[in-house]
């Protein structure tokens, strides 16, 4: 069994940042793919981005690119993202998840993913 505890939600204005982090237990961590998601209020989970298992290859959801970076530490079993230049529309539950898979190729649907953490809250003010 696989547990995943973000953290580094928050609230910040716009045009600030903020790094949320993914802790994952078990040994196996390094061997599968991660994905971060959200979900505002009313509206369904949507991709934010996603990282193989070697950190080799990376996605991201249009609205973010440029803007955030996901990267993982495999030694501290951690996934992270980095998230610059927020904006107001950026607000909402934040959740990591990850897939038992070893490949290069990432996934962008949530139902590809078979674990989830509970999530942490973004807030950016206008």
């Known amino acids: 069994q696989v547990q995943l505890v973000e953290s580094g939600g928050g609230l910040v204005q716009a045009g600030g940042s903020l790094r949320l982090s993914c802790a994952a237990s078990g040994r196996t961590f390094s061997t599968y793919n991660m994905g971060w998601f959200r979900q505002a209020p009313g509206k369904e989970r949507e991709f934010v981005a996603a990282i193989n298992w070697s950190g080799s290859n990376t996605e991201y959801a249009d609205s973010v690119k440029g803007r955030f970076t996901i990267s993982r530490d495999n030694a501290k079993n951690t996934v992270y993202l980095q998230m610059n230049s927020l904006k107001p529309e950026d607000t909402a539950v934040y959740y990591c998840?990850?897939?038992?898979?070893?490949?290069?190729?990432?996934?962008?649907?949530?139902?590809?993913?078979?674990?989830w953490g509970q999530g942490t809250q973004v807030t950016v003010s206008s």
């Open positions: 998840a990850l897939r038992r898979y070893r490949g290069v190729v990432v996934a962008k649907r949530w139902d590809e993913y078979d674990y």
